[in-house]
């Protein structure tokens, strides 16, 4: 503005024939970028004075470690990049230990005049890095002065302007999981020193709890994010009901309960040579789809990495459900207007009776639901049916996830009922959520969407506010393994390739970009429909270098095929009619002659010969081929890159719609 410019540089604009143009009075509006950066700066400097209450005399250190720290984040308009990396690629980050801001700390106290009998330290409160040395910055209020040095101890638990009283009413207003730890390491004594009536009696090895301590016992505080701990608590055994310990978690205390009711373990002497596998707490955090905490889950886990092979364990196997099964058992459901239950076994693993927990589990499971009049699928083990004439019942199993559905709801009811008493679950209503994916029914039918898992990825990578594109790739773009600037987090960046890869289940369009395009093999894709919805679907580069297109289309079919029989073999055996020959769409005419006629030897001799059974199934008037025109070959968008009208256009064949759009 105008009365800010002084005299002299105004003459010196003048005399270089410099015209220089200022904003109005009071308009911060018109220089919108440096605005909004002095809001980001104050926003970010007044939560990190709010979170420890320091004063405002020292906002100006609460700005300076704002912009330290700003300058260290990662930023969207740098594709994910860190400022300060970009400019200074070769300096680290932080030259020293990142702190608290405000927290309380203690300074080395060098002045000459302390004598031997003084404290060696200085209470100070942290307040930012110096930008001339290589040290803290801390101010000390008895000094009245600040104090650079690198030999000082933090307390980053404990704001210096704080009062007791204060601190102590925050904390009760949060959900802890708060225990006590037992400064004690466990002892293995005789089976005959143990009460029989304990309530951790049988752990496998005994504990010798201490007499009370004189001082305080020591706690441990954790937050409600997921969390491990190697210790485990050890209250007295007083009594044999575990709830009675009223100082462990709720979740603790199910826990502890679950595996005394089932008899998970057997106390024994310790064998001669042998070592005793350790465990631990594991602590998650169950989210529902709008992202509120559904129930607090501990569980008590073995070190598998400690197990060894043919010593500790020989055979594992958990039944886990396919994503296409599911799919398919979705579509039924929703073919014939069933409704899905939902259903959880509280502690699955721990209803094995001593044996490999998943492999266990299941093999009760089953043998539960078979005595209920249930059989299990030969063509998959996940999923046990029982059928009569008039009725169905169909059940899927995904590790401690089961989701019913059928026609019987009496029998249904029944069911539910009995797994109750043999597994003690829990009955989640109609099926909502599950395995990451969001279910929703109308009157239009079903609707499957990952729409929580997209948000948490996109918060994840800082693209939650990114300008969205309706295309995953942009076509005709040769990407080289070289181009470019390499990452500066690799990690990172194959952790979003792995999250990618699953959200392909409901978002199929992205399959083509999530691979990889460095060699010259091929992409196979195809997709299965079942009653008009999309069960199965895959995209997948090839092992090997196809001699042709019309080779790589033909293999495409061969596998294509197998899912279909494969579906059509599983509807048959629960007591699905399916409607036969399936049609199989294919759009290189070549492979549809080598498919109807063998006679093209030069062009197949090098094939293999399993993937010429899709002659036979094509005989036994299982599949029935059909050409189809490129423009209209769905299996094209997982194998290439196509532009926004294609994309669109294949989407809405898919079945794929945008259910949070206005109407």
């Known amino acids: 503005m105008e009365k800010n410019v002084s005299n002299s540089f105004q003459n010196y604009m003048s005399h270089n024939g410099i015209l220089h143009q200022t904003s109005c009075v009071d308009t911060p509006s018109q220089n919108g970028v440096a605005e909004r950066k002095n809001r980001h700066l104050l926003e970010t400097a007044r939560a990190l004075m709010f979170q420890m209450q320091v004063p ?26 860190i400022l300060y990396k970009v400019i200074h690629p070769q300096k680290s980050l932080f030259p020293i230990e990142p702190r608290i801001f405000g927290c309380t700390c203690y300074v080395r106290d060098t002045r000459l005049s302390v004598t031997k009998l003084d404290p060696r330290a200085l209470k100070c409160v942290f307040l930012g890095y110096s930008r001339l040395q290589k040290g803290y910055r801390c101010f000390s209020i008895d000094l009245n002065k600040y104090l650079v040095s690198t030999d000082v101890v933090f307390s980053e638990d404990t704001s210096f302007f704080s009062s007791p009283t204060s601190s102590a009413s925050e904390e009760e207003d949060e959900e802890w999981l708060v225990y006590q730890v037992v400064n004690s390491r466990p002892i293995v004594g ?33 937050s409600r994010h997921p969390v491990t701990i190697d210790t485990c608590p050890a209250p007295a055994p007083s009594s044999s009901d575990p709830s009675s310990d009223l100082d462990l978690p709720i979740s603790l205390r199910k826990e502890i309960r679950a595996l005394e009711d089932n008899h998970t373990w057997k106390l024994v002497d310790l064998p001669q040579g042998k070592k005793v596998v350790g ?65 959880d076994i509280k502690n699955a693993f721990i209803h094995g009776d001593l044996e490999e927990s998943p492999h266990a589990w299941f093999g009760k ?35 401690d996830d089961i989701v019913i559905t059928g026609n019987d709801h009496a029998g249904i009811s029944d069911l539910k009922a009995f797994m109750h008493s043999m597994f003690h679950t829990k009955d989640l209503g109609e099926l909502k959520y599950f395995l990451g994916i969001e279910v929703s029914r109308s009157k239009k039918g079903m609707f499957l969407s990952q729409r929580k898992y997209v948000l948490d990825l996109l918060e994840e990578t800082g693209k939650i506010e990114a300008k969205p594109c309706i295309t995953s790739m942009v076509p005709n773009v040769q990407l080289m393994p070289n181009d470019g600037d390499p990452f500066y987090n690799p990690e990172r960046y194959w952790k979003v390739i792995g999250k990618l890869n699953y959200l392909t289940v409901m978002r199929p369009d992205i399959a083509y970009a999530t691979g990889s395009k460095f060699d010259r093999r091929s992409t196979t894709g195809y997709c299965v429909f079942f009653g008009g919805n999309l069960v199965a679907c895959k995209s997948k580069k090839r092992s090997v270098v196809s001699h042709s297109s019309a080779e790589f289309e033909y293999r495409a079919m061969a596998q294509a095929t197998c899912e279909i029989i494969w579906i059509h073999q599983l509807l048959c055996e629960v007591g699905m009619k399916c409607t036969m020959p399936a049609k199989l769409w294919c759009e290189n005419q070549v492979a549809l002659l080598i498919v109807a006629n063998p006679v093209y030897h030069e062009r197949t001799k090098h094939i293999e010969v399993d993937c010429h059974f899709i002659r036979e199934k094509i005989e036994e008037n299982l599949v029935s081929t059909s050409y189809v025109k490129t423009g209209e070959q769905l299996g094209d968008i997982f194998t290439k890159a196509l532009n926004g009208t294609r994309v669109e256009y294949f989407c809405n064949k898919l079945g794929m719609i945008n259910i949070y759009a206005p109407a």
């Not at 906002?59 to 594709?79: T, Y």
């Not at 539960?368 to 999923?383: L, P, R, V, Y």
Request: glycine share 4%.
């Open 190 to 222: 005789q089976s005959s020193m143990v009460d029989s009536n304990a309530s951790l009696a049988h752990l496998g090895t005994v504990v010798d709890v201490p007499p009370a301590p004189v001082k305080p016992p020591i706690v441990q505080v954790y």
């Open 365 to 399: 499971f089953n043998k539960e639901t078979q005595a209920f009049g249930m059989n299990k699928s030969k063509k998959d083990h996940s999923i046990v049916y029982k059928k009569s004439a008039a009725s169905i019942i169909l059940l899927v199993v995904y590790v």
């Open 279 to 343: 465990s631990k707490w594991v602590f998650v955090v169950k989210v529902n789809p709008d992202g509120s905490v559904a129930r607090l889950k501990a569980r008590l886990v073995a070190r598998g990495y400690a197990q060894t092979y043919g010593v500790d364990y020989s055979d594992t196997f958990s039944p886990v459900a396919k994503l296409n099964l599911v799919q398919l058992f979705i579509s039924i459901a929703a073919s014939h207007q069933w409704m899905i239950h939902q259903l």
């Open 56 to 81: 405002k005399q020292f906002w100006a250190d609460a700005v300076s470690m704002a912009c330290f720290l700003i300058n260290r984040m990662p930023v969207v308009v740098l594709k994910g990049d």
